[in-house]
């Protein structure tokens, strides 16, 4: 089983970094296939506690090599900032690879995201205002500037000035915004040449090379199914593929190579930014899941908006991604609580709907049709096997289990590494 995809199943923030960190040990490779330092992952290990952006999670494990695929959007200054504070603290951070056809992220990019949020007022979408949407918007405009050709001054200077000649219009004349010259752009990114050139490789080459040899290879998701362009919410969405096929494409391996689909779900649903949400709760209740999970932004710090567990879109997302197996995280967090509410299917205007509906202006008026089920109080965070859990808990298991129609092989009860509880190995 050496092809193993880690997917966020709701709208992010699931616990995707430590499930790819769990795996660390029995793998040699964990390739980020989409997104950029848009994504924030929290690994806890011991005492230590790292937050991740741009870098695959693998980079924590001594035996990984970890790979920034052609599908993400990198910004230099991010990825080194990352690296020296992580070797600042110990991590051997040498092996990194990274694509020589992902995309980089530059000012003109990060400028624009910020003012076309704030153009959009009302209908902003909440983005992280890192430059994500709009490299990506010229990557599939066919005028971004990728880690290659970094190597060939003449050959950059000219893409940068050929994806400012519009920019510069819009900043100008639309956002009253100062123009940029091609000359910061290529000076900055030039200054990082010689030290990513040693990283710089063929992503496709590399992965299919290890599979080959039987070596195992994690794909790890960033953002979620519900965040995905194609599959989430749009347009209140990210702008790359979070789901299971942007694996394949992401990083240049076939889809036949995707042997295991990891799906990761909280034990209840947040969401950071705008855009529908139907268990979301706005009571006191919502403030006490807030503080109970500690659910504040990795990236921007943001409180995150917090509500029920959702089982159509679980549903919705083992279809998308084709999961095999589902993590679900943060069992924990909902210990105290007398009554644990599920939203099982959804008003639609007087109508009750089984799944997520596909047009969006239903999805907004969806209503959750919640369910009860009964909690528990004791501590859970000791727990390693199922059988360990109280009886309710076990229960509460089960019927997501059951609901979701996939299996829940791993449930997280703290944000330890070693605090899971394995139902059925990811790697086998
Ligand atoms: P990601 O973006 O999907 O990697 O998730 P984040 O790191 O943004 O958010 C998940 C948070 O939950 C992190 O702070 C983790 O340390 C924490 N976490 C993960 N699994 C568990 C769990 O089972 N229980 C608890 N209490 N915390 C967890
Ligand atoms: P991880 O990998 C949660 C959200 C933003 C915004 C929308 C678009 O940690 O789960 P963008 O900057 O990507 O253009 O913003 O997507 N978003 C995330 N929400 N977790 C993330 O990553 C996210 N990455 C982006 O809040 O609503
Ligand atoms: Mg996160």
Redesign the pocket.
Known sequence: MPGIVIV?AQ????G?GKATDLLGERTEWVVKFN?GN????TVVIGDEKYALHLLPSGILSPGVTPVIGNGVVVDLAVLFEELEALEARGVDTSRLKISSSAHVITQAHRTLDKVQERFLGKRQ??????G??PTYADKISRVGIRIQDLFDESILRQKVEGALDQKNHLLVKVFNRRAITADEIVDDLLSYVERVRPMVCDSGLLLNQALDRGEVVVFEG???TM?DIDHGTYP????SSATSGGAATGSGVGPNRLDRIVGIVKAYTTR????PFPTELFDEQGDWLRQAGFEFG??TGRPRRVGWYDAPITRYATRINGITDLVLTKLDTLTGLERIPVCVAYDVNGERVEEVPVNQTDFHHAKPILEEFPGWSEDISGCRRFEDLPQTAQDYVLTLERMSGTRISVIGVGPGRDQVIVRHDLID
């Open positions: 966020g709208w992010g923030d699931e995707k997104g848009n994504a924030g992952h979408i909440g983005t992280t205002g890192r994500i949407g960033g953002q979620a965040l209140f969405v990210t702008s950071v930014g705008a855009g990795t990236t």
